[in-house]
């Protein structure tokens, strides 16, 4: 991962000052899926839980710079709205005493992601294949007692550009994303209930990696 950073970091903007400047503006809608967190449970079932995101609508803007016809940079922020995958009142729903009766949104779930990224355009007439590699940072945010969490990120995509006219196009991209989660990172819930052996506890916590893929579609505003 260093040395994603490395390359996104000193090579990208050494390539800032050859010529064919061009901004692009790109707003996106997508489909993101995968992330899993862990959850250690002394309760009802004990044992270690993985427990997975359910796969979400994903928003975003992205902001380029096409230094050459061939290379660019890319500010790109998303945000994907979920929630977990719980049948087994795992987050203190039922039959959990943790929640209140009749409470909602008890298992949303928000990931948000930034990333600089150096794009690679393979080809450059009015569709563009290109690559793209990006460093940044990912932040997990639960109504659930899981603790918040902010990692460095690495993503990796392939897409394709289509040049509808001099300042519209289209695009077309799927990114997969590696964030380095800490797994010291914990929240203990503890609780009375006549059907554990002494305290009810639930541990939440993070695996030392994050992992998700996105697939996202935009309309490119080209300046």
Known sequence: MRRAILFVLVLAPAMAFAQDHRWELTPTVGFRWGGTVLLEENAYQPGLYRVDLANGGDFGLRFGFLMTKRFGLELMYSKEFTEFKDKQGLFG??????????????????VSTWELGLTWHILTGKTRPYLVLGVGQSTISSETPLPDETALTVGLGAGVKIEMSSHLGLLFELRYNRSDTDPENTALVEWEHRDCEGTCQYTYGYDDTFSQTSLAAGLIIAF
């Open 93 to 110: 729903e039922e039959p959990g005493s943790t929640t209140p009766p009749g409470a909602t949104g008890t298992l949303n779930t928000d």
